[in-house]
């Protein structure tokens, strides 16, 4: 199966930022849409933000739109979650998905990342 590590967790206050990192071992990165889900504990894991398969087109979760930014560079197998103006709602593990769907339903996600926490102090 794709390989996927997250980086980029951390510790910060809130209004804070953090840009996280999701590298993927697959050679035919540029065929899997991306998503980044998270999970609080006692939570369910949701979607976060997803990316198409080439970047032109983004999706967010309502409670993140406007603050965070998803991208990814093909070139370097990475794809990216960009968290501004972060609250401590936010806190969670963060995870990076793929799916070779076009445009996958949130349920339509194969591989999965080990996760990465983010912790926002108020």
């Known amino acids: 199966q794709v390989q996927l590590v997250e980086s980029g967790g951390g510790t910060v206050q809130a209004g804070d930022s953090l840009r996280l990192s999701c590298l993927a071992s697959t050679r035919t990165f540029s065929r899997y849409a991306m998503g980044w889900f998270r999970q609080a504990p006692g939570k369910e894991r949701d979607i976060v933000a997803a990316i198409s398969w080439s970047g032109n087109s983004a999706d967010y979760a309502d409670s993140v739109k406007d603050r965070f930014t998803i991208s990814r560079d093909n070139d370097k197998n990475t794809v990216y979650l960009q968290m501004n103006s972060l609250k401590p709602e936010d806190s969670a593990v963060y995870y990076c998905?793929?799916?070779?769907?076009?445009?996958?339903?949130?349920?339509?996600?194969?591989?999965w990342g080990q996760g990465t926490q983010v912790t926002v102090s108020s």
């Open positions: 998905a793929a799916s070779e769907s076009t445009h996958p339903h949130p349920y339509e996600y194969d591989y």
